[in-house]
């Protein structure tokens, strides 16, 4: 029976890995190695918004970095609520879309808690990342009066991680009961939950 993977004139087929028959295998030619994954996506993008923002509210700001194509800029807690109206009303920023706004928890940390907002401009297609760190305890001014959506987002980081806003209309839990102990997506929360955390929810 013939073997199908022969070349039909007969000759011998090359070995795998290998040149001619006979003949050592050339050597691939060198590939120059590719940029590191986590280096690239920290490279720097040109980016108007962030240009626009360096301009009018400079001296908010403590520290630009970049991640997938986004700018991310650390802001003073004193500022937050100016940088934002500044980024929606803006003509060339024009970041009406609060996309989300949440917290973020570092205990090693000298300012263990953090927010993030996450800026989108629909008509431009440009995108921003804000944050402001925080002490233990320390508040930060809402952003409600910037935009109305802020009010739940705010609402779930000070029911998450205990984020306390500052001038917040209506600031109470909005996923968990007010009873409850603790703020479940800190570090130091029991991967359990606390004695007694769930009884209420679990029938008999």
Do not use: Q
Not at 2 to 12: A, H, L, M, Q, R
Not at 69 to 89: H, M, N, Q, W
Not at 103 to 121: I, N
């Amino acid at each position: 029976m013939t073997d199908p993977s022969e070349p039909k004139d007969g000759t011998t087929p090359p070995a795998p890995g290998g040149g001619a028959e006979g003949t050592p295998a050339e050597k691939a030619p060198a590939v120059p190695p590719a940029e590191k994954p986590a280096a690239a996506a920290a490279a720097e993008v040109p980016s108007a918004a962030l240009d626009r923002l360096k301009a009018a509210c400079g001296e908010g700001i403590e520290e630009v970095s970049f991640f997938a194509g986004v700018p991310i800029v650390r802001v003073k807690k004193a500022e937050i609520e100016r940088v934002c109206r500044f980024l929606k009303d803006d003509p060339e920023t024009d970041m009406k879309y609060l996309s989300s706004l949440c917290g973020a928890h570092y205990p090693d940390r000298p300012g263990p808690l953090e927010v993030v907002y996450h800026l989108y401009s629909i008509t431009k297609n440009h995108r921003l990342e804000l944050k402001v760190r925080l002490a233990e305890e320390e508040t930060v001014p809402t952003v409600t009066g910037v935009w109305r959506t802020a009010d739940w987002h705010e609402r779930e980081a000070f029911d998450m991680y205990g984020i306390r806003f500052e001038g917040h209309p209506n600031l109470k839990r909005i996923l968990l009961p007010e009873e409850w102990s603790g703020h479940p997506l800190r570090k130091e929360y029991p991967l359990e939950g606390n004695p007694g955390d769930h009884k209420i929810y679990r029938r008999e």
